[in-house]
């Protein structure tokens, strides 16, 4: 079935590092593609999305462009901030009813 | 706050036990969606309706669950005779059809 493949974590980065987490999928036809983010004793939230191929997704920093030759949807920040810790969760859906996400990145910024 | 709210947060119960969760999602929204996640796993999918209507369910839906939103506004997740692998938190979503998914912070379950 469909599916996506993040690295696995945790990423430990210094401030204004530059970020990438990986993000593959498997897919039967063409989903759209989503970064989900989760700060410590927060529910998700939506941090960007890409809805066809080429299209980029972009939010605080963050960008993500879906690759249809690579299947990938890699999540890149150029300078990574203290208050970017959190998990990172890639996601692919068809129409938002049966979203299947990642096992979740976690990332830890140190000043 | 007019997020999505669960109800609540922990819940500690023995197995064989049953428990019931509820989600209040946000009022304008007209899908709900039910997600369970275990430790170092993203969510997985488990139920959601549209209005009062549950249109789809996961495989993982055991018989044990139920899942109920009779007025199309709140939902409630019962889990029957609980085991030890159903302790996971339970996450509630809300949205608008093929918008995207605004989380609840989830309700933690531990069967011991």
């Known amino acids: 079935g469909d599916s996506v493949t993040q690295m696995e974590g945790p990423v430990t980065l210094s401030e204004e590092a530059f970020l990438t987490i990986n993000c593959t999928y498997t897919?039967?036809?063409?989903?759209?593609l989503f970064w989900y983010v989760q700060y410590p004793g927060e529910g998700l939230q939506l941090l960007l999305k890409?809805?066809?191929?080429?299209d980029k997704g972009s939010n605080k920093g963050f960008e993500a462009t879906y690759r249809k030759e690579t299947t990938s949807f890699h999540l890149e920040k150029g300078s990574v901030q203290v208050s970017d810790s959190a998990v990172y969760f890639c996601?692919?859906?068809?129409?938002?009813?049966?979203?299947?996400f990642g096992a979740g990145t976690r990332l830890t910024v140190k000043p | 706050d007019t997020g999505v709210s669960q109800d609540p947060r922990h819940k500690i119960t023995k197995r064989g036990q049953n428990v019931t969760f509820r989600c209040d999602p946000i009022?304008?929204?007209?899908?709900l969606y039910w997600y369970r996640q275990t430790l170092g796993q993203g969510p997985e999918f488990l139920t959601y309706?549209?209005?009062?209507?549950?249109?789809?369910k996961s495989r993982l839906l055991s018989d044990r669950f139920s899942a109920e939103r009779p007025k199309g506004s709140f939902s409630t997740l019962e889990i029957q005779r609980t085991e030890q692998g159903d302790s996971a938190m339970y996450l509630c979503?809300?949205?608008?059809?093929?918008?995207?998914?605004?989380f609840g912070s989830g309700t933690q379950l531990s069967v011991l």
């Open positions: 897919a039967t036809g063409y989903p759209s």
């Open positions: 309706f549209q209005n009062e209507a549950q249109l789809e």
């Open positions: 996601a692919l859906t068809y129409n938002n009813n049966d979203m299947r």
């Open positions: 009022s304008e929204h007209n899908r």
């Open positions: 979503a809300s949205s608008f059809p093929d918008e995207k998914l605004f």
């Open positions: 890409a809805t066809k191929a080429d």
